[in-house]
């Protein structure tokens, strides 16, 4: 029920509804300070103009950033102190009520949607830190796989339904908001119909996406006290005499030896820098896509919804399809074909010029989306040492690589759009980072379980 919770932060904040309303404030903010009205569009921050695009970009850096350094710390007092459900609580009620405060977030006030936008972040985040920690304490072995299955479906489709009342709420303003009235006021100043009609839509469009940001937080806090009142609040109490501010950390370095250990590993370390580069490309593009496409395309929120929606039903498929796959050429050949795809989805985004391209894109995106996601997690699960006793910190290292991934692979996409005013570039970026991690991911040879 926590996965039916916060999932929605991640499709309705994350990727659909805030990064196209950002672009339109910042867009608004830029204009109002002297910007042409067809861009580019920068924004002041500390003295120095940003792209708008790109302080966006650096945003999400920000955020994942402070996840990456607080996880290993959280776990170490996860696991020492036992009290999981606190914590968990905290950054839940942090998260959900940085949501619902972006409710005030316009024009004028871009820095306090940002910095609400971030501590959403670390809210989500450090949140997740804990709740999966709770995964073996409450149920036993041999019902992880299931569990963790039921959680992940039961996030996908709560996040769907609340994704579909905003995208209704937005294509169609008058269900909720005064549409006619508004548009009798602005005939009433001069317009035409059309004109007061479309004028009176878009800033009802404009209310429905941040009473959205309302919804996730409500449904976040909301749902999430269906776990807090059913989870223990105190299962374990080790007596650990070293800095636990330190041991997440030192179980991060004892992986990081153990892999380096010996030449039998290599295949682990070149899984790693391959998951890492090939994460540094996927995370980014899932976090920035309808970004581009409401800047460089001209699309609408709701169609950029339909977009999201599109993905995430097809992820579906996917998921399944490649799955089948594996089964029949293993999971680093089934690895590979994906990057090779997203290479070729890369090359098509950096030409694409119309709102179907976008559509179709969209559909590749899903298809292989779901697949790898999952493929890259269950294959790590398989190349670990099976003699090792410490698979959890192998998960936690593997977690690690995959914030910073994002980091960086936000980061890069941010500077190269304000450096050079085009989004475009970024897109040839990210596409080198599927090139290293399919050199990586090629090199991975006999290696039985991972091979027909």
């Known amino acids: 029920m926590y996965d039916w919770a916060n999932s929605v932060f991640s499709l309705t904040i994350a990727t659909a509804i805030f990064p196209p309303y950002y672009e339109a404030m910042s867009k608004a903010a830029a204009i109002s300070n002297g910007a042409p009205p067809d861009g580019p569009y920068y924004i002041n921050f500390l003295g120095h103009q940003f792209a708008n695009t790109a302080l966006y970009s650096y945003s999400l850096s920000l955020g994942f950033l402070l996840v990456t350094i607080f996880s290993p710390i959280l776990s170490g007092i996860a696991d020492v102190k036992g009290n999981k459900k606190a914590y968990l609580k905290f950054f839940c009620y942090l998260g959900s009520i940085s949501c619902m405060l972006m409710y005030f977030f316009d024009a004028q006030n871009i820095y306090y949607g940002l910095s609400l936008f971030i501590l959403s972040l670390v809210g989500f985040g450090g949140s997740i830190v804990f709740y999966n920690a709770f995964l073996p304490e409450i149920v036993t072995e041999d019902m992880f796989d299931r569990v963790s299955a039921r959680g992940f479906s039961m996030?996908?489709?709560?996040?769907?339904?609340?994704?579909?009342?905003?995208?209704?709420?937005?294509?169609?303003?008058?269900?909720?908001?005064?549409?006619?009235a508004k548009t009798q006021e602005f005939v009433q100043s001069g317009l035409s119909e059309a004109d007061a009609l479309k004028k009176a839509k878009g800033y009802y469009e404009g209310m429905a996406s941040k009473l959205s940001f309302v919804s996730v937080g409500i449904w976040w806090m909301g749902f999430a006290q269906i776990p807090f009142k059913r989870l223990p609040e105190k299962l374990r109490n080790q007596n650990y005499t070293g800095n636990?501010?330190?041991?997440?950390?030192?179980?991060?370095?004892?992986?990081?030896?153990?892999?380096?250990?010996?030449?039998?590993?290599?295949h682990i370390k070149r899984y790693l820098w391959g998951f890492f580069f090939t994460s540094m490309g996927l995370q980014t593009v899932m976090y920035v896509a309808t970004l581009f496409g409401s800047q460089e395309l001209k699309l609408k929120t709701a169609d950029l919804i339909v977009t999201v929606l599109?993905?995430?039903?097809?992820?579906?498929?996917?998921a399944w399809g490649f799955a089948r796959i594996s089964e029949k050429l293993g999971n680093i050949h089934t690895l590979l074909i994906m990057v090779v795809?997203?290479?070729?989805?890369?090359?098509?985004?950096?030409?694409?010029q119309t709102e179907y391209?976008?559509?179709?894109?969209?559909?590749?995106?899903?298809?292989?989306?779901?697949?790898?996601?999952?493929?890259?997690?269950?294959?790590?699960?398989?190349?670990?040492?099976?003699?090792?006793?410490n698979h959890a910190s192998y998960f936690s290292f593997y977690d690690v690589c995959e914030k910073s991934a994002i980091v960086l692979g936000t980061f890069s996409y941010g500077i190269i759009a304000d450096i050079t005013g085009n989004m475009r570039l970024s897109i040839v970026a990210l596409a080198i980072y599927f090139i290293i991690g399919l050199s990586f991911l090629v090199r991975i040879k006999n290696f039985k379980t991972l091979h027909p």
Request: charged content about 10%.
């Open 155 to 180: 996030g996908y489709i709560g996040s769907v339904i609340l994704l579909i009342i905003n995208l209704v709420n937005i294509m169609f303003p008058e269900l909720l908001f005064p549409v006619a």
């Open 244 to 266: 636990i501010l330190s041991k997440g950390f030192n179980e991060l370095k004892n992986v990081w030896k153990e892999i380096n250990g010996t030449n039998t590993h290599n």
């Open 310 to 318: 599109i993905i995430q039903l097809i992820a579906i498929i996917g």
């Open 341 to 352: 795809i997203w290479i070729g989805i890369c090359g098509v985004a950096y030409n694409v």
């Open 357 to 389: 391209g976008f559509y179709g894109l969209a559909a590749v995106v899903g298809l292989v989306m779901g697949g790898i996601q999952s493929m890259f997690r269950s294959t790590f699960a398989k190349i670990i040492p099976d003699n090792t006793p």
